[in-house]
Nanobody, 131 residues
Framework: QLQLVESGGGLVQPGGSLRLSCEAS????????IAWFRQAPGKERTRVSC????????NYADSVKGRFTISRDSAKNMVYLQMNSLKPEDTAVYYC????????????????????????WGQGTQVTVSS
């Protein structure tokens, strides 16, 4: 079965840090563009970050730019989201998603990720930032 599993969420105080992990099973993650999404209570799901197959290209939402870093480890079949200087408004369920890129432009691939019927999604991990 092809799936993604997120981990690393939890409760952290404002200003603290967490590292989320996304692990793939059933396929080689390095063949896919990977994105992190989040959905806060009462809010729409939004894309937080996206990374190319090689790891050389990344995108970030303005709300997390400078605080979050996306990276990948091909040997471990993992993608990470390092979250620093966390704020209460970062509280959300975080999801990873994978798509096979059919365009050479990362911005186009990331904009469409999640819409394809063959895209993979994880179950989500809860991040709560509160004092």
């Amino acid at each position: 079965q092809l799936q993604l599993v997120e981990s690393g969420g939890g409760l952290v105080q404002p200003g603290g840090s967490l590292r989320l992990s996304c692990e793939a099973s059933g396929f080689s993650m390095d063949s896919y563009v990977i994105a992190w999404f989040r959905q806060a209570p009462g809010k729409e799901r939004t894309r937080v970050s996206c990374i190319s197959r090689s790891g050389g290209g990344t995108n970030y939402a303005d709300s997390v730019k400078g605080r979050f870093t996306i990276s990948r480890d091909s040997a471990k079949n993992m993608v990470y989201l390092q979250m620093n200087s966390l704020k209460p408004e970062d509280t959300a369920v975080y999801y990873c998603a994978a798509t096979f890129p059919r365009s050479p432009l990362l911005s186009i691939v990331c904009a469409n990720i999640g819409a394809g019927k063959n895209d993979y999604w994880g179950q989500g991990t809860q991040v709560t930032v509160s004092s």
